[in-house]
């Protein structure tokens, strides 16, 4: 998503799905925005809100600033879920009872190439070493508005943004303990980002 800052700039905000994204979108509803389309689907079969920063740069943003926001890998996951099984018509407790690596790994790897695939991607591979990151633990409150102001010189008047939540994002899904540290090793790369 390109926002305009308060001095006409363009800044990239690399919205990894599941990190509170559509919570940041809705604070910036009123500022001039684009490339933030979520029926879009790319090439990459992502949503274009949802794209890669190389599909910024790709698309003349290449000498913007950027930022993102991550979150604890095992919290992302779990949310994930939410979408991702409900997509798949699976019960939301599928990982309840997961067991071995290689089953977690091909479920997957089962989604690249779909619309699934953003859900499930590493968060390292959406952004690159100039990305500014604002951890999602840290809450998405003043402290985040003070943060984007200090740092891209946006700011905005809604202070409690409203956005439309599915109906997947109240489910609570299910893992085995297996499951999380199963998490833990496909996405050892992006706790060392935290």
């Not at 798949?88 to 790994?105: E, G, Q, R, S, T």
């Not at 479920?107 to 859900?119: C, H, K, M, S, V």
């Not at 390292?124 to 200090?150: E, Q, V």
């Amino acid at each position: 998503m390109i926002i305009q800052n308060d001095k006409g700039e363009n800044i990239i905000f690399i919205h990894i799905p599941r990190t509170g994204g559509s919570y940041v979108a809705a604070y910036f509803k009123h500022h001039k925005c684009s490339l933030n389309d979520y029926q879009k689907i790319t090439v990459n079969n992502f949503e274009e809100g949802h794209e890669k920063i190389k599909y910024y740069y790709n698309n003349g943003y290449k000498n913007c600033k950027s930022f993102t926001i991550i979150r604890n890998p095992l919290y992302r996951f779990t949310s994930a879920l939410k979408r991702v099984l409900t997509y798949l018509n699976l019960p939301i407790d599928y990982f309840k009872d997961m067991k071995n690596y290689d089953d977690f790994k091909t479920f997957i790897y089962n989604q690249r190439g779909t619309i699934l695939e953003q859900f499930l991607e590493h968060q390292y591979k959406f952004i690159d070493n100039k990305t500014k990151i604002y951890k999602f633990d840290n809450r998405l409150g003043f402290k985040f508005l003070d943060w984007l102001k200090d740092n891209f010189n946006l700011t905005t008047k809604i202070k409690d943004p409203k956005y439309l939540k599915m109906s997947s994002d109240f489910l609570k899904p299910t893992i085995s303990k297996e499951t999380i540290k199963f998490v833990e090793m496909y996405y050892k790369e992006d706790y060392k980002i935290l």
